[in-house]
């Protein structure tokens, strides 16, 4: 009999172990589902591959508007100086 008691106390102290185990695994899997939910929403705010080549073209269109506008400084600047020499 008592050693029937004793082999039960071990068993609810194992299944209270456990248990506890179990409790803690489960608060860590709510943290990471938490974890994971927040870098899906970062994840679904970042551009895509689609953007980085729009951004290319729009630095590529910047590059020739720029030249652009200092091909025709140049030609203002010439245009100045013959004017100036001319009266």
């Not at 609810?12 to 709510?30: G, M, S």
């Amino acid at each position: 009999m008592y050693e029937m008691v004793l082999k039960m106390q071990t068993v609810q102290r194992h299944l209270i172990k456990k248990t506890e185990t179990a409790i803690a695994k489960e608060v860590q899997l709510r943290d990471l589902e938490r974890t994971n939910n927040e870098l899906k929403k970062q994840l679904l705010r970042c551009p895509g591959p689609d953007f980085a080549e729009r951004l290319n073209c729009c630095r590529d269109a910047v590059k020739a508007k720029a030249r652009q506008i200092k091909v025709g400084l140049v030609v203002n600047q010439r245009f100045i100086r013959y004017t100036a020499v001319s009266f």
